[in-house]
């Protein structure tokens, strides 16, 4: 099955912009959603398909996708952003479901 | 609002069962064009799908689980439940029950349950 690869660790600076990838061979094909989860909780999700955020995300959170990368761009990152983060997507069998790695962000 | 809650033992024994339930509230387990997963978490470690159930019955698994999962589900009681089989410690994790939205292009996971952990030890 398809994997979906991303950076282990990043940090931003407070109010400065970070973009967050997720790459894959599946993702030439769908669209990724992606996940934050905070120390102890369950994941929450923060977009998905083209870049929809859910009702209750900041539109500081976006999503894009080129070839075979996904990406969760979070525009004046806060405190609060610090977090793991997890993309997900159908896998190219379709029947399937792939998550990536994960990456903690660390907001400076 | 719809709210999902895992229940099961925390601690089974190497080569045993594991067996979970996820509850439903706030809504049918029937309504809609959802799909109902079970995701599961090493700690310290990223998110692993398990596999998901359709209310008509119709499953999908991880290809690298599949052939000691089972997911079934009872509409009667707005549950789905979780079997893996012949556990080890790397079976050890948070078990998270979730719903799931298949739309064409992408899939994506609301809401999760709160998890619940499961020690594989004797």
């Known amino acids: 099955s398809s994997e979906l690869t991303q950076d282990p660790a990043m940090s931003v600076a407070l109010g400065q912009t970070v973009r967050i990838t997720c790459q894959g061979d599946s993702l030439r094909s769908y669209y990724a959603s992606w996940y934050q989860q905070k120390p102890g909780q369950a994941p929450v999700f923060v977009i998905y398909g083209k870049s929809n955020r859910p009702s209750g995300i900041p539109d500081r959170f976006s999503g894009s996708r080129s070839g075979n990368t996904a990406s969760l761009t979070i525009t004046g990152a806060q405190a609060e952003d610090e977090a793991d983060y997890y993309c997900n997507s159908r896998d190219s069998s379709d029947n399937h479901v792939v998550f990536g790695g994960g990456t903690t962000l660390t907001v400076l | 609002q719809v709210q999902l809650q895992e229940s099961g033992p925390g601690l089974v024994k190497p080569s045993q069962t594991l067996s979970l339930t996820c509850t439903v509230s706030g809504g049918s387990i029937s309504s809609g064009s959802y799909y109902w997963s079970w995701i599961r978490q090493p700690a310290g470690k990223g998110l692993e799908w398990i596999g998901r159930?359709?209310?008509?019955?119709?499953?999908s698994y991880n290809p690298s689980l599949k052939s000691r999962v089972t997911i079934s589900v009872d509409t009667s009681k707005n549950q789905f439940s979780l079997k893996l089989s012949s556990v080890t410690a790397a079976d050890t994790a948070v078990y998270y029950c979730?719903?799931?939205?298949?739309?064409?292009?992408?899939?994506?996971?609301?809401?999760w349950g709160q998890g619940t952990l499961v020690t594989v030890s004797s």
């Open positions: 979730a719903r799931e939205i298949l739309a064409s292009g992408f899939c994506w996971f609301d809401p």
């Open positions: 159930i359709y209310t008509s019955g119709g499953t």
